[in-house]
Structures are given as C-alpha cells and as structure tokens.
C-alpha cells in the first residue's frame, strides 16, 4: 500500500517540477509578490492533488492547469480583498536582486507590465510566457479568439506607452542627477 | 498597391508575433513595419517581453510541497479509517453489554474464544487483507493509474525531448494503461518532433500489440515517418505481430523512390514474411 501512495507522491512531483518555475513566474508577473506567489503556486498543486480526478485526459494538461491557477488567484484576492490595490513601488518585486542587476530597461519594462490594468497585464503574460496558445487563452477567459487578439493588441499598445513613459521618467531623473553632479560644491 | 493600415495590420499583429501567422501574410505585416513606428516598436516590446527572466521560486517551495502532499495523504488516510472505526463502535459497546449480565458472560467469553481461535487459524493458515483494507487498497491503485494517466498527457506535450521521454518512460510503469495513454503514445509515434522520443513510445507501446487498435495506430502511423530507424523499427513490430494489414504500406514503402535503400529492403522482408 505504501507503495501506491509513493507512486502517487512521485508522479506529483514529478510534475511539480516541471510546472513550480512557470506558475511561480505567472504570479510574480501578475502581481509583483513573491511571497504571495508561492503561496498561490502551493495552492495550485494542494487543488491539482485534490481535483484531479476532474483534469479531462484528451485534453491539454496546461490549460487546465493555469483554470485552476486562475481561479486559485480569484479565491484569494476575494478573501483578502485589500492586498489587490497594488502599488508597483511599494511591492517586493521590484527590488529583485536578479532584475536589479540587469540592465535599466528590462527593469522598466518589468515595471510598466506591473503598472498595466490587470485584465491586459494577464492576457499578456498568459500569451507571451506560458506558452499558451490564444485559443487556450479565450477557452480559459471564455470569450471568442477574436476578443483575446484584440486584447493582446490593446495591452501592447497601452504597455508601449506605459513603458515610454517610465523611460522619459527616468531620463529626467538621470539628467537632473547628472547636473546635481557635476557642481558638488554648489550646496556648501 | 495599395499600403496597409494600422487597423489592417492590428488584426494580424497578434499571430504574426505568435509566429502563427500565414506565411502569405507575413510579407504583409513586416512591410508594413518597416514604415510604421508605431506597430514597429509593438513587434519590437513584445519581443523585449520575451527576454525579462523567468522568476525562480526559493527551494523552500519544493519542502512545502513535499510536507503538503505528505500530510494530504495522511489526513485522507486517518478520515478513512475514521470513518470505518465509528461504524464499528455501537457494535462492540452492545457486545460488551453482555459480559456485564452474569448468565451471558459464559457465552459471550466462549464465542470470544472461538472467534480468536477461528482468527488465528485463517491468518495462520493464509495471511490475506481485510476486506477493508483491500478496498483501500483497489481505491488507492485506481487512484494512482488516474494520476500515472495525468501526469503521463502532462509531460509528452512539454516542449523538452528528455521530459517527453521521461513522461513515455512513466507511462510503461503499472500493467494496465490507459486508453487515453494508449492514444497519446501513438501520437506521439506518428507526430512527435524528436526521434528518440518515437522510439521510446513505439517500445512502450510494443507490450500492447494485441489490441487491435494500437496496431491499426501504428500502421497508419508508417506514412508520415520520415525517420528510417523509426520505419525500421516499425516495420519489426509489425511483422513481430503478424498483422498482415501491414503489407500494404509496406509495398508503399518498396515503390516510394523519397524512402531510404536501408527501409526499402527491410519493407520487402517484412512483404515476404507477413504474406
């Protein structure tokens, strides 16, 4: 009997694996936490343990899986409603030490997918890193793959003039530091 | 010719940076980008997108999920045997009863010692489970072909050959598979990208030669191989089976002028051996 239950352990981990990195970075990229994230990816495979009787074989595992992520994520922001407003400065992720060190612009534009409405940051992120075809995505929304182009083309446009923003910011910011620098001596 | 407009190209811009855009339209789109900032800079932030890193989880999470699946499988254990205690309890209390009224007491020790000896004598004489816990056990194995199903479809359409591999290697544990495993193994034999990858399935699937509908998978599976050790490999099973249905997309492969020397002469021994 032992065994059956080792088995049954093995092949879970076996897949939590394979999925703990891509459903750990959907959440970071969704909201910016990492403690919450990893909290949401344990979530996620406590309910694949417990629903996978309802995972229809024939069907793809991922899409599946990111239904049960999507609605892990729904559940919690409904218990916990005031940790949803956001504030990109303040949340966590942006002192990653991985993307601190990287250069400035993958750091903005990190930023401004943060700064995006959450329907077009998640249609981004589903389409452009989880591998997910846009098919996938409208059966996951339940809307037509007409609506989930339009979106994808929509969230761009916006993040484009999100992140343009952040890169004018910035080269103000740089600017104004760079003069304050060259006259040290003006504040003695 | 006229010049595409931006709401022209915003229709097709979403495939075309998915790479599933038709390839008549591709032309289209990235002339249009060429003079077009504005859907430019789209093509170029999505590919910029492409390059944040991946977020890494802490290894911690690896220890939480290992203490979650420990304790899930502990907490559905206890609740069983919970369960099936309680219904036993008002049955052993009426029992009990008994031995404190002085004229059964005789009785009820007698029918104790003969249940202990009956007990004693059927585990001596064969050790076998109780009725609960083979039950307990049927449930536990359906449980884990459901999960060994699960988690087969999951790893053969992750995108690494060696995790593909891992899923058919997976898939061969257990005597029974399922048919939805069975279906995916011979997709995998007829479309899967990797050699390696069809060869492991195509051995995997060697085990279920006698259902009829694995080797029908196979054999029309033999006209979209392009790789000869695959058709090779496929042309020994079949004839290791003796299906005859075979011999027909064997002469396909002896006339087709695209098909390696090396697979025609194996097609023609496979011909004469099957008929």
């Known amino acids: ?188 | 010719m006229t010049m595409t407009t931006c709401e022209q190209i915003a229709k097709l811009m979403p495939d075309y940076l998915k790479e599933a855009l038709h390839p008549d339209q591709v032309g289209l789109v990235e002339a249009h980008i060429q003079n077009c900032a504005e859907c430019r800079e789209e093509a170029v932030l999505w590919k910029q997108l492409g390059s944040l890193p991946q977020e890494q989880p802490s290894p911690a999470l690896r220890s939480r999920f290992t203490a979650m699946l420990e304790s899930y499988q502990e907490g559905r254990w206890e609740k069983s045997s919970l369960a099936s205690e309680r219904q036993r309890l008002p049955l052993l209390s009426s029992f009990g009863r008994w031995f404190r009224m002085p004229a059964m007491a005789g009785v009820a020790w007698a029918c104790v010692f003969l249940l202990v000896g009956f007990l004693i004598g059927k585990s001596v004489s064969k050790p076998v489970d109780s009725p609960d816990q083979a039950g307990q056990i049927a449930a536990m194995r359906s449980e884990l072909k459901n999960t060994q199903t699960l988690m087969v479809l999951a790893m053969l359409e992750l995108q690494s050959p060696n995790e593909r591999l891992r899923g058919v290697t997976l898939s061969e544990r257990g005597d029974q598979l399922d048919p939805q495993v069975l279906g995916a193994l011979l997709h995998t034999v007829r479309y899967d990208a990797s050699v390696d990858v069809r060869l492991a399935a195509l051995d995997a699937l060697s085990k279920y030669g006698a259902r009829p509908e694995v080797r029908k998978g196979l054999i029309d599976s033999m006209q979209d191989q392009q790789s000869p050790m695959v058709q090779i490999a496929l042309i020994d099973l079949l004839v290791d089976l003796h299906d005859r249905a075979a011999v027909q997309q064997l002469k396909k492969f002896r006339q087709d002028p695209s098909v390696n020397p090396a697979v025609k002469k194996r097609a023609e021994w496979g011909i004469q051996k099957l008929s």
Not at chain 1, 70 to 80: G, I, L
Not at chain 1, 91 to 115: F, K, V
């Open chain 1, 1 to 188: 009997m032992a065994q059956v239950r080792n088995g049954i352990g093995e092949m879970l981990g076996v897949l939590f694996d394979r999925y703990q990195a891509p459903l750990f970075s959907f959440y970071c990229k969704l909201t910016g936490d990492r403690t919450l994230s990893e909290d949401l990816v344990q979530e996620v495979f406590f309910r694949i343990l417990k629903y996978r009787h309802t995972y229809e074989t024939g069907t793809r595992f991922r899409p599946w899986m990111y239904q049960i992520a999507r609605n892990a994520r729904t559940d919690h922001f409904r218990k916990y409603r005031p940790e949803t407003s956001l504030e990109p400065e303040m949340s966590p992720s942006i002192t990653h030490p991985d993307l601190a060190q990287q250069n400035q612009e993958a750091a903005l534009l990190h930023r401004a997918l943060l700064q995006l409405p959450e329907e077009k940051r998640e249609v981004l992120v589903l389409s452009r890193f989880q591998e997910l075809k846009y098919e996938e995505i409208a059966q996951l929304m339940g809307c037509e793959v007409n609506t989930v182009k339009v979106r994808v083309h929509r969230a761009l446009q916006e993040l484009r003039k999100t992140f343009q923003g952040l890169e004018r910011g910035s080269a103000a910011q740089k600017h104004s530091e760079g003069t304050g620098f060259t006259r040290p001596g003006s504040l003695q």
